[in-house]
């Protein structure tokens, strides 16, 4: 049986209307037959939390800024624990930047995709040059640059050279014509940029709060030489590289996918490179409806009326394997994976601890919301959006697991929704 206090518990985590709570688990009960999956997961929650905290010598009862001044310092601790694996790597420059993506790709490994073709992309580049990479680089041609330059590297510098709007209205318009026959199967591509880029990428890193990026349609991870300085900074980093490293198979899954409707192809893969979400509210069901988001929509702004709504995200399944991934690196660390194993299977947890003053305050123990602050700190932002998507993921998967999770996910990313 589903107790107020529990519908008022996961409703005050999600900022989610109870009653909309209480039909969603009644309807997941005639679609499964699972009950009680909001008590199971509060419990499985107040365990974890017990557990984590008796690790860090922090009491229960502890205030919310000790819990989080804890965390914050176990990120710190592990930081350092990777970095003196790594030879104490700085990514300000290609060579520590590569060390660091070389351990990586060790650790998740370098699957293969289906991306966008090289030739391809030279077309692309050449029908619509981008004036501002030859201009930096001192090319009078695409050709000319294609020569000598790393494709790779020239489709990355795209995202921090050219504007947005030529960009969008432009270059990528092109992709309005792309088929199944523009992309191949290849290895997912991790460099370093070159130190030639440095005097253009400062103000994309200043953006993004991170150096590093991806393209999708290429299958690129690409991290740009340039070191914040700040604690925490390497475990973000290996954190970034290894959920792209599961984002971008997840994608290419959708674009092997889409290949099998020629004439939906590029529709389908400019949808899904855009992010889109559903737009408008779903009509009334008698049947358990839940939302398919795939980006974190609180980024842009916390009160989008579809963070209020049962959804799933890939973004946080991504992240749950990038956690996996730490907790394999510390096999590689002497006598630190029971240390980097803390974060494992830690994305959805999170609850109210008390202020000096008893007012509750929601601390997240997610891996990705903890490091972010700890790079944040000085301006004294504190993340919470990822706790919440993995929360709504775990609901999900309690009611099946993340294998259904992913392939729902897959099956219904374009479209925007499910019903169950």
Known sequence: MITLTS?????????????????????????????????????????????RLLSLGIPRSAWAKDVYNALIAKIDADDKKISKLLNRPVCDSQTDCQSILETARKV??????????????????????????LRFLGYDSVPAMLEKENIFEVMSALRFLEPGE????????????????????REIQVFALGDKWDAVTEKFVQKKYHNISHLKELGVVFVI???LGISGELMRTMGLIFHYLHEI???????????ENEGAFAKTVISLLR?????????????AQWLVV?????????????????????????????????????????????????????????????????????????????????????????????????????????YYD??????????????????V
């Open 7 to 51: 519908l008022q518990r996961i409703g005050k985590i999600l900022r989610a209307d109870q009653q909309m709570l209480k039909r969603l688990a009644d309807r997941m009960a005639i679609a499964t037959g699972r009950m009680n999956i909001y008590e199971k997961v509060l419990g499985e929650n107040e365990r974890v939390i017990n557990e």
């Open 294 to 398: 795939q980006r974190y929509l609180a980024k842009d702004d916390e009160n989008d009326w579809r963070l209020f709504t049962p959804r799933i995200n890939p973004e946080a399944i991504h992240w749950l394997r990038a956690a996996g991934d730490i907790a394999k690196l510390g096999k590689l660390v002497p006598d630190a994976e029971q240390d980097l194993s803390f974060w494992y299977d830690l994305d959805w947890v999170g609850d109210d601890f008390p202020d000096e003053t008893g007012v509750d305050i929601l601390v997240s123990f997610n891996m990705l919301d903890t490091a972010m602050s700890l790079v944040m700190q000085k301006d004294m932002i504190k993340y919470l959006y990822h706790h919440q998507e993995a929360l709504w993921n775990k609901i999900f998967m309690e």
């Open 166 to 185: 030529w960009l969008n209205t432009v270059f990528f318009k092109q992709y309005e014509v792309l088929t199944p026959a523009d992309f191949e199967e």
């Open 402 to 419: 993340i294998e259904t999770l992913e392939r729902m996910s897959k099956e219904n990313i374009i479209k925007g929704w499910l019903e």
């Open 249 to 259: 198979p997840f994608y290419s899954d959708l674009f092997r996918k889409a290949a």
């Open 225 to 227: 030489p340039i070191s």
């Open 108 to 133: 998740a490994g370098q699957p293969k995709g289906f991306f966008l073709k090289t030739e391809k992309a030279k077309e692309l580049l050449t029908k619509e040059p981008p004036k501002n990479i």
């Open 275 to 287: 992010g889109d979400v559903l737009e408008k509210r779903l009509p009334e069901s008698d049947k």
